[in-house]
């Protein structure tokens, strides 16, 4: 099998691991509980933070301990983590529901044809302190965005941000700036 031979039996049984943990946070219907475990299998997560029902991939990679959340930080329903590479939120951090943090880009196999164009990369996600990110909205690999700036529901976020940016679209832009935190 071809994913067998690119990939090798240790990834194939770090996957198992990391589908039976995927399962257990599932498993885990309240929010407390939710976090405690997600504490204890690694993750670093903050006082006074919400985590609603997620969703983890390439939890293989860097495993729970590549996730960083701080204090009093809200996570929607259906948030999507992707930890190939490590993501860190800052403290007051709220996403809505459906939000997506892609730290990786991988086409297919090696001998795929659009490897040469767009090859594999993977790169940590930073979101600092009192950051919003609407609904629907996504953050590809490598972004930082600055502390207190506000994304916009179904944006696609592939660049950086300043502090206190606003910004929206597809791919998303800045349209204007938040006013700063007292």
């Given at each position: 099998?071809?994913?067998?031979?690119?990939?090798g039996?240790?990834?194939i049984w770090?996957?198992?691991?990391?589908?039976?943990?995927?399962?257990?946070?599932?498993?885990?219907?309240l929010?407390?509980l939710?976090?405690s475990?997600?504490?204890w299998?690694g993750?670093?997560?903050?006082?006074?933070t919400?985590?609603?029902?997620?969703?983890?991939?390439?939890?293989?990679?860097?495993g729970?301990?590549?996730?960083?959340?701080?204090?009093?930080c809200?996570?929607?329903?259906?948030?999507m983590?992707?930890?190939?590479?490590?993501?860190?939120?800052?403290k007051?951090v709220t996403f809505?529901?459906?939000?997506?943090?892609l730290?990786h880009?991988?086409?297919?196999?090696?001998d795929?044809?659009?490897?040469?164009s767009?090859?594999?990369?993977?790169?940590?996600v930073?979101?600092?302190?009192?950051?919003?990110?609407?609904?629907?909205?996504?953050i590809?690999?490598?972004?930082?965005i600055?502390?207190g700036?506000?994304?916009?529901?179904g944006?696609?976020?592939?660049k950086?941000?300043p502090p206190?940016?606003?910004?929206?679209?597809v791919p998303?832009?800045?349209?204007?700036?938040a006013?700063?935190?007292?």
């Open positions: 099998m071809k994913a067998l031979r690119e990939v039996l240790l990834r770090r996957f198992i691991f990391a589908s039976f943990t995927n399962w257990l946070v599932r498993m885990a219907l929010p407390p939710r976090k475990l997600i504490s299998l993750a670093r997560i903050g006082k006074e919400v985590i609603l029902p997620v969703e983890f991939i390439n939890l293989d990679r860097t729970l301990k590549g996730l960083s959340i701080g204090d009093e809200y996570i929607g329903a259906g948030v983590f992707d930890l190939a590479e490590k993501i860190n939120l800052g007051q809505g529901p459906r939000v997506t943090i730290t880009i991988n086409v297919g196999y090696k795929h044809p659009l490897q040469k767009f090859p594999a990369r993977s790169e940590p930073t979101i600092g302190d009192g950051c919003f990110v609407g609904a629907g909205s996504l590809l690999c490598g972004v930082k600055g502390a700036s506000f994304i916009a529901a944006s696609v976020v592939t950086g941000a206190n940016s606003v910004l929206a679209g998303a832009k800045q349209i204007d700036t006013d700063p935190p007292p």
